[in-house]
C-alpha cells in the first residue's frame, strides 16, 4: 500500500502531471503517517534522478527538466510544513546558500527543512550566492556552520573560494563547513578543506547536530 502509493506518486511526476502529483502528494499527507514524509521526499529525489538520467541521455531536453523541477518544487511545498513541526529545542544558527553560478536549490531547500526541524536557526541565503554574500553572512550572523550546496560540476571551484575567503579574513576557525549536493564527494570537501560532505539531507543534519553537542 505505502509502496504503491510512492510509485504512483513517482510516475505521475515522471509522465510530467502537475496536477496528478500533486493529487498524489496529498494523498500521502491524507494517509496519516502510513508514508513518512521523509520517504514521499526520498521518492521525489528518486524520481528526479531518473529525469537527470534522462537528460543527461539527450531523452529529455531542458523543457522537461524545468517543468520537472516546477512539479519537484510545489510537491516539496506542501511537503515541508509537515518536517517543521519537529521540536523546541534551540541548538544555534547555521547559515546555507547555494553557490556562485548554480540555481538549483531543492536540495538545499530540503536539507534547510530538516535542520530547521531539528531546531537550528537557518539563514537562507538562496541561490546563486556570492563569495561575498557568503563571508558577508558569516560576519553579520556568525553561525556555527556554513552550509553549500552545488549541483553543477562547473561550479564546484566557487566552494573553495569560499573558504579560502574564509582562512584570509581569519574566520575559518571560527566556523564549520558542510557541503552537499549530487556532484560533490568526500574527497572534494577533503581537497578544499570544508569540515564534512553530506550524501544527503538527514545525514547532514546528523553530521551538524553531532558538533554542536559534542
Ligand atoms: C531539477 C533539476 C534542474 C532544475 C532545478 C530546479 C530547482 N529549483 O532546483 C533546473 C531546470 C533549473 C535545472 C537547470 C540546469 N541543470 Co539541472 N538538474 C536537475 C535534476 C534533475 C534534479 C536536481 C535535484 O533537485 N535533485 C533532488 C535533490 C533532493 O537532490 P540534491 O540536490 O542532490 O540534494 C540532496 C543532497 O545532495 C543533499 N544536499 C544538497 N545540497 C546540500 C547542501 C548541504 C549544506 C547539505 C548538508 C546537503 C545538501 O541533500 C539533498 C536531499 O537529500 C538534476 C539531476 C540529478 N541527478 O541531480 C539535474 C542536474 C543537476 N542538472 C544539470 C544541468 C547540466 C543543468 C543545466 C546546466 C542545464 C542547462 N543546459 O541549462 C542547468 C543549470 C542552471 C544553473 N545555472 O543552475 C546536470 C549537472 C551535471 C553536472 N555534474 O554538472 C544534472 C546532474 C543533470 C544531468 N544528469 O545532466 N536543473
Known sequence: MANDILEKMKSSLLD????????????????????????A???ISEALQVVGKRFQDGDWFLTELVYSGEIAKAAMELLS???????????GTIAVGTVAG??????????????????FEVIDLGV???????????????PLVLGMSCLLTVTAGEIGKV???????GLRDKIKVIIGGACL?????K?????????DAVTGTDIIRKWITL
Do not use: C, W, Y
Open 163 to 169: 573558504i579560502e575567503e574564509l582562512i584570509n579574513q
Open 41 to 43: 521526499i526520498d521518492a
Open 16 to 39: 510530467l502531471d502537475m496536477d496528478a502529483t500533486i493529487e498524489n502528494v496529498n494523498s500521502i499527507i491524507r494517509s496519516d503517517g502510513t508514508v513518512s514524509v521523509q520517504e
Open 128 to 142: 546563486d550566492v556570492a563569495k561575498e554574500k557568503f563571508i558577508g553572512a558569516v560576519k553579520e550572523h556568525s
Open 191 to 199: 581537497d578544499v578543506d570544508a569540515d564534512a560532505f553530506a550524501p
Open 185 to 189: 564527494t568526500a574527497g572534494f570537501a
Open 102 to 119: 548554480d540555481l538549483h536549490d531543492l536540495g538545499k531547500n530540503i536539507f534547510i527543512n530538516f535542520a530547521r526541524s531539528a531546531g
Open 81 to 91: 510544513p509537515l518536517l517543521a513541526v519537529g521540536t523546541s529545542q534551540q541548538l
